[in-house]
């Protein structure tokens, strides 16, 4: 079950880049690509650099998949699912993204 | 094992060098205790780039003696000692000094001396020859007061004096007995087109005279009187009329000599005394001197394999060269002058580009035995290789020579080459070392130079090399891919071509023509530095931002905490006290970690992103401005302090790199840009390990290109000497805009020399002699980048919607509570894993 949290309106993001939100007391790096109409949310931590530093990765593709690259070690973490594409060990948590009148909804699962 | 033997190297010349470095590497080091001989007073040296000690290489760097070579490996070295005879009863050698040294064995490597005919007048003062550096640094003292020079020989050696005498300045002319320039190798036409060219160059040329005598002159130091009762006033003459072999110690150690002497030796390279060897140009191999070092090189191998119980003989040695004398091209291959019983000569001369090039071709039109190139060498490595390795010509052999007239592609592949085929004859690299070394991983022409050494030495067989590299690498499959990435199938210089000629000005117009996806971290980047390199724009225009890194994106470096660092720009390294006390004030207040950069400027670490604009604003108010630390562009002009306060100052260096960082300040490139500015030839500032070094001399300013410190140190190719400053500027700008356009992706300076092709050569076509014909252009583009100049900070602090960015959160004015601090030396640092756990969150600064 998710409540949605209002974080921002869609003028707040960046396109084809990323902000970071505070979504309850998590960091959520969110990134908005026109080309796809999507906006995706990632967790903002880097597990590789433990530095609070994804949303200000270079976003883009690999074979299609939607991806950003951690800004300190380059490594790819898929933006549909937070895998990391060079250690199967590692992900980034993902969160659901909603669109309501401008704004930007984020999901947050109760535990 | 049985005792060590001693044995005796006579001679540390090229070829003495190459002997002792082949023989350590041998397993017939462990049986041999290794003394040498040197007369001259430093040990080997580069003889055959002799005549850059002119244009700025010191006698260190001609050096062919790696650091502690004696000492590591336990030679003893007699410098500034000669060995004059060899008591061949008692085995022992007996030199100069008086030393008596016992021997086993014995090679002899004692070189040859200039030739000096004897012309009556050819011992007055200002006659000298041209073999050492003590004899440079003799005509260097002459041609300081002379106004005009000759050259007496007009030989290959005779050409690269005259080539000296010029760059000293001198009014120069060369005089040959033969009836041609370099008669040994070329035949009649390419000789008189190598003289036309040559003087066009201003060198004027007397061919088919005869010196009888030299008197004092009127004008002049001398008047030289030819027999056909002609006379030339010069005040430097300069023997270079041949080589003769150092066979005096041969001869007093009753030795067989030939009759025009050189040391008779046979195919082991044995004289005949069977423990005394002779290598390079004291040898005579079957009534033959070879006065090339590549023969002398092989010699050597000869002599090393025989002493390690190895059956490899010496059967003579191919003398084709090709080489550039003043500018111009000349190869010389195989029987250049026709020589073999009815062999068949195709000519080609071209007028207009003065090109002249002629073929020896056996009597059944199948085989090359010779080649003449004149003014375009093009075909040398291709020509050899039908010559050496005996390849069947194709049916129409002058199409080799004649230019193209349609697509059909002429010139051989290198794939028809056999293994066997030698691609470098100065390190006797053939073509299946080579591809074991591609095999083995090697699949950039730099690393094959590293692996082999092939390339490494005149550097003329660079070309061959790259394409037997890339002909190995298609053939093993492995996709020569050089697309930049999945995205787009170009290479970074053909997207360059693209956005170039069809005015492309952003990644997505360039993505929608002519790539497909999204992108990604390697194509966004590299296609945002072209962009900026070629249009210049604002980097974080809404259309260009998401193609920056971080650090592009934020104007700063990220560290590995997530903080930024802030380096504000201090052109030259030259600031002032207030300056100082500014970025001190700044650092104390937001609390950062300060530190002195390598390129004289000030660090200011752990800056959180929402801090850089409040940073900017204060350092902006006082006059600094960006320094681009973040960005693959111009970082740094170094400088000495230079005439103004240095007592060994000759030019003011600290003005110019100031003046050079404002000019190329804000330039994007393939990867970041370093200068140095030395004010005298000390070089405090460290200028030959920049991409761009620049040196005051008394003539002027040096310029060096392609230098770099860092993981993989090169030392800077000199490549323009004696400079004025605008001279100067008009290089560094068609250097710097060719590089942007022309090099790979995330490539130094360094590396993009390291794999052109025609190296330092073709760029100075490119750039002095606007071979391209593109030097304007290339100007003008900087001319473009220097007029469009901003300060990004200045430009951010300016504009609302951009500053959003600087914020940790888009919804929140909290800071990253994962930054956390602790005080190192009195300052502070990023804590560590296990720190974090005990220390709290440092009050944040100034917010």
Redesign the interface.
């Known amino acids: 079950m998710n409540s949605w949290i209002d ?2 309106a869609v003028d ?6 990323g ?4 979504v309850g007391e998590v ?1 959520v790096a ?1 990134f908005y ?1 026109p ?2 109409q999507q906006v995706y949310a990632v967790g903002n ?1 880097d597990p590789i ?5 994804m949303s ?9 998949e ?2 950003v ?1 951690s ?2 070690y ?1 490594q ?1 973490y898929s933006l549909t699912t937070g895998r990391c594409f060079e250690d199967a060990a590692l992900s980034l948590p993902t969160y659901p993204v909603r669109v309501e009148d401008n704004r930007i909804l984020v999901g947050l699962s109760h535990e | 094992m049985s005792p060590k033997q001693t044995l005796v190297v006579i001679g540390n010349g090229m070829v003495g060098q190459h002997f002792l470095a082949g023989l350590v590497a041998s397993t017939a080091k462990d049986h041999y205790d290794i003394i040498t001989f040197c007369e001259e007073p430093r040990v080997a040296y580069d003889r055959v780039h002799l005549s850059e000690y002119f244009t700025g290489k010191t006698a260190e760097d001609l050096t062919l003696v790696p650091d502690n070579f004696f000492e590591e490996h336990g030679i003893t070295i007699h410098l500034s000692d000669r060995a004059v005879t060899i008591d061949r009863a008692q085995k022992q050698v007996i030199s100069a000094q008086g030393l008596v040294v016992h021997y086993d064995k014995i090679v002899l490597a004692t070189g040859s001396y200039p030739f000096v005919p004897p012309v009556p007048g050819h011992e007055r003062t200002q006659c000298l020859v041209y073999r050492t550096i003590e004899d440079l640094e003799a005509i260097q003292t002459a041609a300081a007061k002379s106004k005009i020079g000759t050259v007496v020989g007009g030989g290959l050696l005779g050409l690269e004096a005259a080539k000296a005498l010029k760059d000293l300045g001198l009014e120069t002319h060369v005089v040959e007995f033969a009836p041609r320039l370099m008669a040994v190798q070329l035949d009649e036409g390419g000789g008189a087109m190598l003289k036309h060219k040559i003087s066009a160059l201003g060198v004027t040329v007397h061919t088919g005279k005869n010196t009888a005598q030299i008197i004092d002159g009127e004008q002049c130091v001398h008047k030289m009187c030819f027999t056909d009762g002609e006379e030339l006033e010069t005040d430097l003459i300069l023997f270079s009329a041949g080589i003769r072999p150092r066979d005096d110690i041969a001869r007093a150690s009753d030795l067989e000599v030939g009759q025009r002497g050189g040391i008779v030796i046979n195919n082991a390279c044995q004289t005949n005394d069977p423990d005394i060897y002779a290598i390079g140009e004291c040898a005579l191999w079957n009534g033959q001197i070879f006065g090339l070092v590549a023969p002398g090189y092989s010699m050597a191998r000869t002599v090393v394999a025989h002493l390690s119980d190895q059956q490899q003989a010496f059967t003579g040695a191919d003398m084709s060269t090709k080489l550039k004398l003043m500018g111009v091209d000349v190869a010389s291959i195989g029987d250049a002058h026709a020589k073999t019983p009815s062999a068949l000569v195709y000519t080609y001369q071209d007028g207009r580009s003065e090109i002249y090039k002629r073929l020896v071709v056996s009597n059944d039109n199948k085989y090359l035995l010779g080649a003449v190139l004149v003014g375009d060498a093009n075909g040398y490595s291709t020509l050899l290789q039908y010559c050496l390795s005996r390849i069947e010509l194709p049916e129409n052999p002058d199409s080799l020579i004649l230019p193209p007239r349609s697509d059909q592609s002429v010139g051989l592949g290198p794939d028809a080459l056999p293994d066997s085929a030698q691609i470098c004859s100065c390190y006797a690299v053939s073509k299946g070392e080579v591809c074991a070394a591609i095999a083995g991983g090697c699949n950039t022409v730099s690393a094959l130079k590293t692996e082999t050494k092939a390339g490494t030495g005149c550097g003329g067989c660079g070309a061959l090399l790259k394409s037997v590299l890339d002909c190995e690498l298609k053939k093993a499959g492995v996709e020569v891919n050089t697309d930049i990435c ?2 787009f199938p170009h290479t970074r210089q053909d997207l360059y071509t693209l956005i170039r000629v069809e005015s492309i000005k952003t990644f997505d117009e360039l993505l929608d023509k002519h790539g497909r ?5 390697i ?3 590299a296609v945002g530095s072209i962009l900026a390199s070629y249009w210049n724009d604002y980097i974080l225009k ?1 259309e260009h ?6 650090n592009d ?2 104007l700063a470096n ?1 560290q ?3 903080t930024y660092s802030i380096v504000p720009r201090v052109p030259g390294g030259e600031i002032t006290p207030d300056g100082l006390i500014v970025l001190g004030q700044v650092a104390k207040k937001y609390q950062l970690y300060t530190k002195i950069t390598g390129g004289q400027r000030v660090d200011l670490f752990g800056a959180r992103v929402e801090q850089l604009p409040l940073i900017w604003q204060e350092l902006i108010a006082v006059g600094f401005e960006t320094g681009h630390a973040y960005g693959k562009s111009l970082r740094t002009v170094k400088s000495c302090v230079g005439s103004t306060w240095c007592r060994y100052g000759v030019d003011d260096s600290t003005g110019l790199a100031i003046e050079l960082e404002n000019r190329y300040k804000g330039l994007r490139a393939p990867h970041k840009i370093k200068f140095a500015v030395s004010g005298c030839t000390r070089e405090c500032a460290e200028a030959q390990s920049k991409d761009i070094g620049i040196i005051a001399t008394e003539g002027g300013w040096n310029l060096y290109v392609c230098g770099n410190g860092g993981m993989k140190p090169r030392h800077a190719d000199l490549f323009a000497t004696n400079l004025d400053k605008d001279t100067l500027i008009k290089y560094i700008d068609r250097v710097l805009i060719f590089y942007a356009r022309t090099a790979e992706r995330l490539q130094r300076t360094s590396v993009w020399m390291e794999n052109m092709e025609g190296g330092l050569d073709y760029l100075k076509a490119v750039v002095i002699d606007d071979k391209l014909g593109l030097g304007a252009e290339l100007e003008q583009q900087m001319g473009h980048i220097i007029a469009s100049y901003q300060c990004e900070w200045q430009t951010t602090l300016q504009d609302e919607q951009r500053l ?2 600087f914020r ?5 004015d ?1 800071a ?1 509570q ?2 956390v601090f602790v005080e190192e030396r009195g300052q502070p640092r990023p804590a560590k ?1 296990n720190e974090r756990r005990h220390f709290t969150l440092v009050e944040e600064a100034g917010a």
């Not at chain 1, 707040?12 to 880049?17: A, E």
């Open positions: 974080v921002c707040d993001l960046q396109p084809d880049s902000v970071c939100a505070l960091q969110l690509i080309k796809l931590f650099g433990a530095a609070n530093v200000r990765g270079l976003i883009g593709d690999l074979n299609g939607p991806m690259a800004p300190l380059k790819h | 999945e995205h996806g999204l992108g990604c971290e194509c966004k980047p809404q931002v998401g193609l920056q890194d971080t994106t934020f990220m590995k905490d997530g959003k960015r940790h959160f888009i919804n929140s909290q990253d994962n930054i894993l």
